[in-house]
């Protein structure tokens, strides 16, 4: 199926960015109508995918992050964030609940947080050329209100 808007933005791995790709994407997708449920759903999985970013890709440096937002008719949407930074070694081990390459205040739930909210998550990646998160939710059609 085709897509009938996309979008496309680039911003630096800075920690402020975080908030700023969130409220674009759910901006973008607001012409899907979603109930707030769902714009909360999508701008939570996006915060975790861009964090994720900020502090495993770049680590201790400032890299960019690629997003991509694609709308559907049948109301879904496609979210892909991507960064070209250090790769994950091993995405199965990277998807386990509590598994953190960066100890201390992380609690290694970011690939949970994204499967819970959106219906589909995919994880691709290669060491030392970077990680591709594709997320994907179908917005629940709703009658349009005549008046």
Do not use: W
């Amino acid at each position: 199926m085709k897509p009938v808007n996309e979008m496309s933005v680039s911003l630096l791995s800075c920690s402020s960015n975080e908030a700023f790709a969130r409220a674009a994407v759910s901006a973008f997708v607001a012409q899907l109508d979603p109930t707030v449920d769902e714009l909360c759903d999508i701008k939570t999985a996006v915060s975790e995918a861009v964090t994720n970013c900020i502090v495993h890709a770049y680590r201790d440096t400032i890299g960019v992050i690629y997003i991509t937002c694609r709308l559907y008719e049948d109301g879904g949407i496609v979210v892909k964030i991507r960064d070209r930074g250090c790769g994950i070694e091993n995405i199965e081990q990277a998807m386990q609940p509590l598994f953190t390459t960066q100890e201390g205040e992380r609690a290694g739930l970011g690939f949970a947080v994204m499967q819970s909210f959106m219906d589909k998550l995919r994880v691709t990646s290669k060491p030392g050329k970077g990680t591709t998160v594709t997320m994907k939710k179908t917005m629940e059609r709703r009658p349009k209100q005549n008046g």
